[in-house]
C-alpha cells in the first residue's frame, strides 16, 4: 500500500469512529438527561441548559476531528 492509501484509510476511520462516539455520547446523555428529568422535573431547565452546553461540546470533537481528517486528505504532509 502507499502513503495516500494509508492517509485516506486512516481519514475514514478517524471520521467514521469520531461519529460513532459523538452519536453514542448523545444518546447516552439524552437518556441520562430524561432519567434526570423525570426525577426532579423542577431541575429540568438547568439540565437543559448544561445537555445542550454538553452536546455541543461533544459535537465540536467531532468536527475537530473531520477537520484534521480534512487536512491530512488534502494538504498531506505525507505525499511528498
Known sequence: M???ALVAI???LIIGL???G???GIGM???RYLEGAAR???LMDRLQVKMFLLAGLIDAN??????????F???NPFSG
Open 62 to 71: 467531532f468536527l475537530i476531528g473531520v477537520g484534521i481528517a480534512m487536512m
Open 22 to 24: 459523538a452519536c453514542i
Open 18 to 20: 469520531g461519529a460513532l
Open 2 to 4: 502507499t502513503n495516500i
Open 10 to 12: 486512516t481519514c475514514g
Open 73 to 75: 486528505a488534502f494538504a
Open 40 to 42: 426532579q422535573p423542577e
Open 29 to 31: 446523555m439524552g437518556g
